[in-house]
């Protein structure tokens, strides 16, 4: 299975303020990652797919970037609803695997 | 609008079995891999099982292969999962969620595009 690595496993941020988080992968899935936002007691909700395309009706605050092993989500500027918990899963393989999950707290 | 409904979810002792559904409306359902996809109480997600668009293909995740089986109904709309020899590490909210397809250079990639409310199953004694 591949293994997939978020870093970091919690964040503490300001409204504004720019975010990065990273996604890492145990081997190498071209562009094959997707992102996920999940607020407490709700669905995960699509945020990125491949990589960098952002999904319909998804703010452009958020982008993705990556290849290969490693990925990054960035949030150009933090706004109050942007406060939950973000996924990444690679598609390139079964399993489909998640990462751990990164939480983003003010 | 796509909706997915899942059902079905409830208390169940060890060794027992439970059987989810998922009612999908707002698309052609028969178009779409379809997914389950659990999350234990204050964890991350875990992928269970997929099933092709015309059922004939299916996987699972280790963590339940030869407990679990995924199952659909074109005609109905629904996706299945039959859960037997329940486990306490089964407790989780399980959600359905499409799987949209697109194409790259590199091959197929999928994305869940769209997700139920998810369904709580707890196994207790």
């Known amino acids: ?106 | 609008q796509v909706q997915l409904v899942e059902s079905g979810g409830g208390l169940v002792k060890p060794g027992g079995s439970l059987r989810l559904s998922c009612a999908a409306s707002g698309f052609t359902f028969s178009d779409y891999y379809m997914n389950w996809i659990r999350q234990a109480p204050g964890k991350g997600l875990e992928w269970v099982s997929h099933i092709s668009d015309s059922g004939i293909t299916t996987y699972y995740a280790d963590s339940v292969k030869g407990r679990f089986t995924i199952s659909r109904d074109n005609a109905k709309n629904s996706l299945y999962l039959q859960m037997n020899s329940l486990r306490a590490e089964d407790t989780a909210v399980y959600y359905c969620a499409r799987a949209t397809r697109g194409a790259h250079s590199s091959g197929y990639f999928y994305y869940f595009d769209y997700w139920g409310q998810g369904s709580l199953v707890t196994v207790s004694s």
Request: glycine letters at 8%; proline letters at 6%; a positive charge.
């Open chain 1, 1 to 106: 299975d591949i293994q997939m690595t978020q870093s970091p496993s919690s964040l503490s941020a300001s409204v504004g303020d720019r975010v990065t988080i990273t996604c890492r992968t145990s081997q190498s899935i071209s562009r094959f990652l997707n992102w996920y936002q999940q607020k407490p007691g709700k669905a995960p909700k699509l945020l990125i797919y491949a990589a960098s395309s952002l999904q319909n009706g998804g703010p452009s605050r958020f982008s993705g970037t990556g290849s290969g092993t490693d990925f990054t989500l960035t949030i150009s500027s933090l706004q109050p609803d942007d406060f939950a918990t973000y996924y990444c899963q690679q598609s390139y393989t079964s399993p489909q695997t998640f990462g751990q999950g990164t939480k983003l707290e003010i």
